[in-house]
C-alpha cells in the first residue's frame, strides 16, 4: 500500500505514502499527475508491469511487446494488456494492492462508472440551508 492514487481537480496524483508530509503544507509530495491511467499488466497472471501515464505505458508494452517477440517469446508478448481511461480511483489502487485484482477489474470494466465522475467518500459536501 506504499502507492496510492488519488483524484483531485479532475486529476490522478500519485503518492509514495512511505514518504512524510511537508512540514510546511502538511501535504506529500506527488510522483506522478496525469489526466488519465494506464496500467500494463500480465493478462494470465495478473501480475501489474507498469501504470502511469498513458503515453509512457502504451510505449513500454510496445517495447516489451517487440523485445519479446524478438527474443521467441511470442505468447509473454501476446499476456501483456494496457487498459487506460478515467478509471475509478478505488480500483487502480486495489490494482496496486491486491496480487492479480487487475484481472478481475478488467473483466468489469466496460460495466464500471466513469472514474472522474464518482463520488468519494472523502469528498465534502456543500453545507446547505435549511428552509
Given at each position: 500500500?506504499?502507492?496510492?492514487?488519488?483524484?483531485?481537480?479532475?486529476?490522478?496524483?500519485?503518492?509514495?505514502?512511505?514518504?512524510?508530509?511537508?512540514?510546511?503544507?502538511?501535504?506529500?509530495?506527488?510522483?506522478?499527475?496525469?489526466?488519465?491511467?494506464?496500467?500494463?499488466?500480465?493478462?494470465?497472471?495478473?501480475?501489474?508491469?507498469?501504470?502511469?501515464?498513458?503515453?509512457?505505458?502504451q510505449s513500454?508494452?510496445?517495447?516489451?511487446r517487440r523485445?519479446?517477440?524478438?527474443?521467441?517469446?511470442?505468447?509473454?508478448?501476446?499476456?501483456?494488456?494496457?487498459?487506460?481511461?478515467?478509471?475509478?480511483?478505488?480500483?487502480?489502487?486495489?490494482?496496486?494492492?491486491?496480487?492479480?485484482?487487475?484481472?478481475?477489474?478488467?473483466?468489469?470494466?466496460?460495466?464500471?462508472?466513469?472514474?472522474?465522475?464518482?463520488?468519494?467518500?472523502?469528498?465534502?459536501?456543500?453545507?446547505?440551508?435549511?428552509?
Amino acid at each position: 500500500m506504499d502507492m496510492q492514487y488519488q483524484l483531485k481537480a479532475g486529476s490522478y496524483y500519485l503518492y509514495d505514502m512511505r514518504e512524510e508530509p511537508s512540514a510546511v503544507t502538511g501535504e506529500r509530495r506527488f510522483k506522478l499527475k496525469t489526466d488519465t491511467v494506464a496500467i500494463a499488466f500480465d493478462a494470465h497472471t495478473g501480475q501489474v508491469h507498469q501504470h502511469g501515464s498513458p503515453t509512457r505505458i502504451q510505449s513500454w508494452a510496445n517495447n516489451t511487446r517487440r523485445r519479446l517477440r524478438a527474443a521467441g517469446a511470442q505468447d509473454m508478448a501476446n499476456d501483456i494488456v494496457v487498459v487506460s481511461g478515467p478509471l475509478p480511483v478505488d480500483e487502480l489502487n486495489k490494482c496496486l494492492w491486491v496480487n492479480g485484482y487487475v484481472r478481475r477489474m478488467f473483466s468489469r470494466l466496460a460495466s464500471l462508472p466513469h472514474g472522474k465522475l464518482q463520488r468519494s467518500s472523502s469528498t465534502e459536501q456543500p453545507f446547505r440551508k435549511a428552509a
